[in-house]
């Protein structure tokens, strides 16, 4: 590990008061096939856009080689031999492969294009004509072409930003040999982001860690750690507070009847014959990989959606033709996901959000008097400890914690009777989530009928009495937390159902 | 080599579009200056003679305040609906169809009770904004078509309209050739309140506080501002947020219309295509300038009415009228300028 090809030096990156990159020291070593672990919002893609020039750090160096450079715009890391693989495909759709290929002026291959092309074919398994729409490919074929696009620009080190996650398993499997091979007989340096503890087991020989904007380990030899280390080293060391869950469970609160949505746009199924039901005080887990169904079936539940069959019923009213508006009039709030911009309305003051839950009733209206709404506004931040010092300012001042207490707040102030909390904590430091859990733990002791939609199966299991797994739009297991294991819970979510 | 890099400050201050305006209408002032020494003109002078004529007494305060009045409403009409955070570039095209209403009216309804005809001549000039204003929003909120495109081309539809009546159907015969419909009855115009001013100055005034309470008390506004920050939030909030957009562009047309109408009815008494001298966009600015408050609306439109008044009497001393336009433009100019460094700040990036 002497060839150290790239090393950045105590980079910092900041938006606003969140620090995305907190002094962060990383190395790259030649010919190595690098894993950059975290969870989502640990930092690990700030840190890739630092080093191919999308961002301009505070702070901090970076060395290629030894010798130090500001890395001012992506063409300039091109020309550095820094290039990265987005998520999204930088590819021009209605171009053939091998326009896509030469479109750079940083090409290198523009007089022995077909060897080159046939060189990396070989290696990526890509059995297709140079004249081949780039849009008449598959995903995984246009992944390749990106790649081999960086290489043709001459890259020596390529960053790939989780290029499993759009892959099947036989994908995957052919992109680690073919990544192997760039290292091993072009001696290209790689870096694989991604938050898979299995990818990283296969994929990498040299592992870093990063957590909350930190680079909390570097240049760990892959072979020599354990996985319970790296888990703990990305997830830190949360404390598992057991909650007790013996607290009185009362009546039915909310009753969820066969219901089944297809999206109106495109005609697919989103959810199927869901039927659930939640009683007071009891805290409902509903588990599962993005993209499930969950986000649809909590909006039909919060009324948003109203093109769906089946009916809801909350407090043993049928409100299944009924807008959000009398949802809310019958105690329900709702948590959304998306907390910037579905939950809170970004450009708009502090105060005007405070709001939005109750703005329709009399104790606020019927002229929206300024004196009401900045008194529910300060009873909010008395209550729910939120930093807000300017009520004018805009929404987006405040930090993401403090935006999803006073989401949280205005939500859960009038005491609901039902509560949908899609992703509570995501992208929460460990303090902010454990106050946001306690919040609930209050609503569930005084009575109130949780739904709580999560990834995070921690937390479910802390949390919830019973757990529900959705995959495809179906409802397809249900658990007892007390007695049941996270793996299973995790296997239902891939959709093996035993 | 030090690099810079721009950062948006946490807390703006809240009087910075007061102190952008002030430095901004400075900045102007200087610009003038430059122009009218370059012209051999004394700038000292040429202002302070401006100032006299546009409010140094009574008439010409009249005056100012009456040429105020269409700006000023205007003005109201982009605010309103820039609460959706959408922009009227129309209401040039609105003032125009606002006068249009009043005629239409007029030549079709004759009333005996002048007050009761004055109002709903006015009515018909709001109505007639809001039609202007009906197709832009209406392929707003069914197809997204951008607002700013679809209110500007209905501008050159709505003078092109103008221009057909005054030529054809409603060329008055009495107008030696000249392209303008007949004058209206003397029992319909806004009579002064005393001396020049005219009561559309008192409509100007009412409006005013209609739009700021609209703006910024009401539930309605309210529902605007949570439809204009996002409109996934309004829905999850149970706003109709189409249905306010739509709303704020037909009332914020009407803003624009009764511009019109109130023009017509004080000044001009008929239809012409001297209804309004560029008042749809000099509103455009002065809702800029003022970060779309009503009352900074009023004020600002006050000012930009004085200007236009003391630019257009001091050709008597050989100066062009266009140095009004010019301080107005500048005005905005030096003030988005200022207003930019109170929302962002300069950050130096170190090297290391």
Redesign the interface.
């Known amino acids: 590990m002497n060839n150290k090809i790239l090393e950045t ?1 105590n980079i910092t990156k900041s938006f ?2 969140l620090k995305a990159l907190d002094n962060v020291s990383f190395n790259l070593f030649e010919g190595k096939i690098h894993g950059l672990l975290g969870e989502n919002g640990a930092g690990k893609s700030s840190l890739m856009n630092v080093l191919s020039g999308l961002y ?6 970076i060395y290629i080689k030894k010798q ?1 450079y ?1 890395i001012s715009n992506p063409d300039h890391a091109s020309r550095l031999g820094i290039g990265m693989v987005h998520q999204e495909f930088r590819l021009i759709e209605s171009f053939s492969i091998k326009d896509n290929l030469t479109l750079s002026r940083s090409n290198i291959h523009k007089d022995d294009f077909m060897t080159a092309f046939k060189k990396y074919s070989e290696i990526f398994a890509l059995n297709l004509s140079e004249n081949e729409t780039v849009s008449n490919l598959s995903v995984g074929e246009k992944q390749k072409v990106e790649i081999m696009k960086i290489i043709f620009n001459n890259s020596n080190i390529m960053l790939l930003d989780e290029p499993t996650a759009v892959l099947t398993p036989q994908e995957t499997i052919q992109l680690k040999n073919s990544l192997e091979t760039l290292a091993t007989e072009d001696t290209k340096t790689i870096v694989l982001i991604t938050h898979k503890l299995k990818e990283i087991r296969e994929f990498t020989e040299i592992v870093s860690v990063m957590k909350n904007g930190k680079m909390v380990s570097q240049d760990l030899l892959t072979q020599k750690v354990s996985d319970n280390e790296l888990i703990n080293l990305m997830m830190g060391n949360v404390k598992k507070s057991q909650i007790n869950k013996d607290n009185t469970i009362g009546d039915v609160k909310l009753d969820v009847i066969n219901v089944s949505f297809k999206d109106p746009v495109n005609n697919i199924k989103k959810l199927s014959n869901v039927d659930l039901q939640i009683k007071s005080g009891e805290i409902l887990g509903l588990a599962g990989v993005s993209g499930n169904g969950q986000v649809e079936l909590a909006n039909i539940i ?3 959606e109203r093109t769906f069959e089946g009916k809801i019923i909350i407090n043993d009213n049928d409100i299944s033709n009924k ?3 009398s949802r ?1 009039k019958l105690n329900l709030s ?1 948590i ?1 996901e ?1 907390r910037l ?8 003051s502090v105060i ?1 959000n405070s ?3 109750d ?2 009733q009399t104790k606020l ?4 008097s ?1 004196n009401r709404s900045a008194k529910y506004l300060e009873n909010l931040i008395n209550q729910f400890s939120i930093k807000a ?2 009520p ?2 805009e929404i987006s ?1 405040l930090s993401g914690g403090n935006m999803q207490k006073l989401l949280m707040g205005r939500e859960l102030v009038g005491n609901p009777d039902v509560i949908i909390a899609a992703q509570p904590t995501r992208g929460l430091d460990v303090n902010a989530v454990e106050g946001i859990h306690n919040l609930l733990i209050d609503q569930r002791n005084r009575g109130s009928a949780i739904f709580l939609i999560s990834e995070d199966l921690d937390e479910l299991f802390k949390l919830c009495h019973r757990l529900l797994v959705i995959y495809e739009g179906k409802v397809i297991k249900s658990f007892t937390t007390t007695d049941s294991n996270i793996s299973s819970v995790g296997l239902a979510m891939a959709g093996i159902n035993e | 080599m030090n ?1 810079y ?1 721009l950062s ?1 400050r ?3 201050n ?1 009087l910075s579009t007061f102190y952008s305006f002030i430095a901004g209408f400075l900045i102007a002032l200087i610009i003038g200056s430059i122009i009218l020494l370059a012209q051999d003109k004394n700038p000292i002078d040429t202002f302070s003679l401006m100032f006299r004529l546009s409010i140094g007494s009574v008439n010409s305060l009249s005056s100012s305040l009456n040429k105020a009045t269409p700006l000023i409403l205007a003005g109201l009409g982009i605010a309103i609906i820039n609460t959706v ?1 959408l922009w009227n570039i129309g209401a040039e095209g609105q003032i125009f169809m606002g006068a249009i209403g009043v005629n239409f009216l007029y030549i079709n309804l004759s009333l005996s009770n002048s007050t009761i005809f004055i109002i709903l001549l006015l009515l018909s000039a709001f109505l007639g904004g809001a039609f202007c204003i009906l197709i832009p929003a209406l392929v707003k909120v069914l197809f997204g078509v951008n607002e700013i495109i679809t209110t500007l081309l209905t501008n050159y539809i709505v003078i092109g309209l103008t221009i057909y009546l005054v030529n054809g159907p409603w060329k008055d015969p009495d107008s030696l050739n000249f392209p303008a419909a007949a004058y209206v009855g003397k029992e319909v115009y806004l009579p002064n309140i005393f001396g020049k001013l005219s009561y559309g100055f008192l409509i100007c005034i009412l409006f005013t506080a209609l739009a700021h309470y609209l703006k910024n ?3 309605f ?3 605007m ?2 439809a ?3 409109e ?7 706003i109709n947020a189409k249905q306010k957009a739509f709303l704020a562009m037909l009332i914020g047309g009407g803003f624009a219309g009764l511009a019109g109408g109130v023009e017509l009815l004080s000044q001009t008494h008929r239809v012409s295509t001297g209804i309004s001298q560029g008042f749809g966009y000099t509103a455009i600015i002065i809702a800029a300038i003022t970060g779309m408050r009503p009352i900074g609306i009023f004020l600002v439109g006050t000012l930009f009415g004085a200007l236009s008044i003391g630019g257009s009497v001091i050709q008597t001393i050989g100066v062009s009228t266009y140095i009004a336009d010019i301080i107005q433009a500048s005005t905005l100019f030096g003030a988005l300028i200022i207003q930019f460094f109170f929302n962002y700040k300069l ?1 130096k ?4």
Request: hydrophobic content about 30%; cysteine-free; proline content about 7%.
């Open positions: 030096k606003g008061t301009q750090p505070e702070k901090g160096s130090k500001k919060s009324g948003i807008g959000v508006k809310k709702y959304p998306n911009g579905v939950g809170l309305a970004p450009g708009v005007d709001i939005v839950r703005y329709f209206g019927p002229h929206l300024k010092p300017n004018k300012a001042t | 690099k890099t948006k946490q807390a703006v809240e955070k008390k009401s539930v506004g309210y529902e501002r949570i204009g920050g996002s996934m939030t309004a829905v999850y909030a149970g950050l990036v170190d090297d290391d």
